[in-house]
């Protein structure tokens, strides 16, 4: 059993990123001495910056009900495995655990409340943006919104995600609403019962900006400087 977990450490710093994804899942499967290799791994990777293997990762140990798990996340990464930098004071933590849990209709709906705190007392009131307001967003918050989402859903959600495929798509809105699952046809999709909360959506699906206003504040997101 040391051999073999020695051996799934070694193969998981070197693997592609697809096989590491799969070495973490297996050692999902492999009980005790598979948690005990979570653990090691993400102690091992902690100096570094974190993506989304090490999400995974972390994932499985919050899900995770035995005390040993629990304990050591509380030891080792009370806020989670991104660090919650914030120019404006914002409190991130209720986003880092919905996206640790894969709540992803809550993750959505904190990430609008997040933005709004960021914008100010009028956007909380308004409880929606102007893309004024977005213009002006620090760099390091929409990173450190963005890098959260990234990290835990094995790098298919964030807007540097859907930033990404709206260039592929030569910044065709149209394109990208299909791209992402927001449209298909003519008909918009329902909010928020038509919507994919889960890992089995299109890469970019979320987090959703409603289009109820138009295209502005969605193209203030995806060419914010904080993507350069
Ligand atoms: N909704 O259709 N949406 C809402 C989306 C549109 C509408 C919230 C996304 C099209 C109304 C979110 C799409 C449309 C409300 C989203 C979508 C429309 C609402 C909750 C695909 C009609 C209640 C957060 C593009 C044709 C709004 C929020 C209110 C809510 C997201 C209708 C996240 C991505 C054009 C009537 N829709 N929304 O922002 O003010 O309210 O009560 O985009």
Request: aromatic content about 10%; glycine content about 6%.
């Amino acid at each position: 059993t040391v051999d073999y977990m020695t051996d799934l450490l070694d193969r998981l710093k070197s693997e592609s990123v697809r096989n590491q994804l799969q070495l973490v899942k297996q050692l999902a499967e492999s009980g005790e001495t598979g948690r005990k290799g979570l653990m090691t791994f993400l102690l091992e990777r902690s100096s570094q910056s974190m993506g989304m293997i090490e999400g995974a990762a972390y994932q499985i140990l919050y899900a995770d009900n035995t005390a040993e798990a629990q304990t050591f996340l509380q030891a080792h990464f009370p806020q989670g495995i991104v660090p919650l930098h914030s120019e404006r004071d914002i409190d991130y933590t209720p986003l880092q655990q919905a996206l640790a849990k894969q709540d992803f209709l809550t993750a959505d709906r904190l990430t609008l409340e997040k933005l709004c705190e960021l914008a100010g007392e009028l956007a909380i009131q308004r409880k929606w943006l102007y893309f004024t307001e977005v213009e002006r967003f620090p760099i390091t918050d929409l990173q450190t919104i963005d890098t959260l989402w990234r990290v835990h859903s094995e790098g298919k959600f964030g807007y540097s995600v859907q930033r990404d495929v709206w260039l592929g798509a030569g910044k065709d809105w149209e394109k990208l609403w299909t791209q992402i699952g927001w449209k298909s046809g003519n008909n918009w999709t329902r909010y928020p019962n038509e919507f994919t909360w889960s890992l089995a959506a299109p890469k970019g699906h979320l987090p959703l900006s409603n289009q109820l206003r138009g295209v502005r504040v969605i193209n203030a997101l995806l060419s914010h400087p904080a993507w350069q």
